[in-house]
């Protein structure tokens, strides 16, 4: 499932061949919160409820939520209203590009959501290979999709409908309804001699940035044809990246303090140095930012892929990932510099 916050979804969703160009552009645009000092702001997803009854749910925080069947698998985020006005506008302004186009309102219950539905590759009235949900809450504004667990197959969206029809917002956050995201789950139950933390990183996984978060967020350096040539650029003496190989969507990432068990298709990527301060150890790709247990140090990194060109054609979520060692990963291991 794919894992962003609010608009770095809808990037998410052009990388897949989703949504058209100009969406893709307007998502990057709605980032500027310049424009949006009359806006209602997005609302902190703890506040939605819904029927879990059939569903399992893989994340439900503030910002993201994600639920996942044997079927289909549903992202939402919050959108302040500007970014929602713009966006709905760009998708019927586009319509025309978008394959298998159809749009309509659902019918809701009294004191339920208003619902516009946007279905991409529609072979039917209630059948697409996706479909988005612009989603109106008593004044909450959410941004839904749904996809296929058969990537490019249709579909069956009215169980989505249904379940996107119940949600209510609640006065308040609701703490017991959080569920935290499979990367930190996987950390808080590590067992030993098992890689320190798990990712999936999507929609763009090349270049992953790990290290210094501080001064990840100070660089303004670019990378050039030689550094992609070697794999990745040491970028600061306590961050550096490494760039995936072929043109993947989505891949994984395992993070060792020790050796890791050996594979004979292991491919060097990248080796470089790194000091690892106080601060929390960053692993960021695109617009995530992620943490690892990493203790102070300095280390030698080496950067390979494991199992190159397996994938499951099936959309798995991100614990199921985690569990799949037969599937392509790659593997950073932080070993101490002598």
């Known amino acids: 499932m794919r894992s962003r916050p609010d608009i770095g979804r809808i990037v998410a969703w052009g990388v897949i061949g989703v949504l058209p160009p100009a969406l893709l552009a307007l998502g990057v645009v709605a980032q500027d919160r310049a424009s949006t000092a009359t806006s209602i702001p997005a609302v902190d997803l703890l506040r939605i409820a819904f029927p879990t009854e059939g569903v399992d749910v893989e994340e439900h925080g503030a910002e993201r939520l994600e639920i996942a069947t044997d079927g289909w698998t549903l992202s939402v985020n919050a959108l302040d ?91 308040g956050p609701r703490p017991d309804a959080e569920v935290l995201p499979a990367w930190r789950v996987y950390q808080a139950d590590r067992r030993p001699h098992a890689p320190i933390a798990k990712f999936i990183l999507y929609m763009d996984p090349a270049p992953v940035v790990l290290g210094d978060e501080e001064a990840a967020d100070r660089d303004l350096t670019t990378s050039d044809d030689a550094d992609f040539r070697r794999g990745g650029r040491r970028i600061a003496p306590g961050l550096f990246e490494f760039y995936a190989k072929g043109d993947p969507t989505s891949i994984r990432v395992d ?16 080796e470089t140095t790194i000091d690892v301060g106080d601060h929390p150890f960053m692993v960021r790709s695109f617009d995530l930012t992620y943490h690892a247990p990493v203790p102070p140090g300095e280390y030698v990194a080496t950067v390979g892929r494991v199992h190159p060109g397996r994938a499951e054609d099936r959309a798995l979520t991100d614990r199921e990932w985690f569990d799949r060692d037969d599937l392509e990963r790659y593997e950073v291991v932080l070993r101490p510099r002598p």
């Open 81 to 171: 209203s500007w970014a929602a006005d713009k966006l709905a506008h760009a998708m019927r302004s586009n319509s025309s590009a978008i394959p298998g186009y159809r749009e309509e309102v659902l019918d809701a219950p009294p004191g339920g959501p208003e619902i516009r539905r946007f279905l991409v590759q529609a072979t039917g009235p209630q059948a697409a290979a996706h479909a988005s949900y612009f989603v109106s809450l008593d004044g909450a504004r959410l941004l839904a999709s749904a996809g296929n667990r058969e990537p490019g197959e249709p579909f069956d969206v009215g169980p989505v409908d249904r379940l996107l029809l119940a949600f209510r917002l609640e006065a």
């Open 255 to 270: 993070l060792w303090l020790e050796d890791p068990p050996r594979a004979e298709d292991r491919e060097p990527v990248f």
